[in-house]
């Protein structure tokens, strides 16, 4: 899962309250750059498991931040 799970411990410190500090918005835009390009690259490589794993990432941290937003 590469960088997947790097900002999920500071969005799970941010949804039970034990900081109140956000990852900075470059280093969450160039995480998601990075996957994107490796999803695309997955897809045209035919890589199932890195689909299946870089998609279901994807689904983690965007269920984790519209927890956070619209709470």
Not at 23 to 52: M, Q
Request: hydrophobic residues 60%; charged residues 10%.
């Amino acid at each position: 899962m590469r960088g997947n799970c790097a900002t999920v411990p500071s969005l799970l410190a941010l949804m039970t309250g034990l900081s109140d500090h956000v990852p900075s918005l470059d280093v969450v835009a160039f995480l998601w750059a990075g996957l994107v390009l490796l999803f695309l690259r997955a897809i045209v490589l035919k890589d199932t498991l890195n689909i299946i794993t870089i998609g279901l990432g994807f689904i983690v941290q965007a269920s984790l931040m519209a927890l956070i937003l619209f709470r």
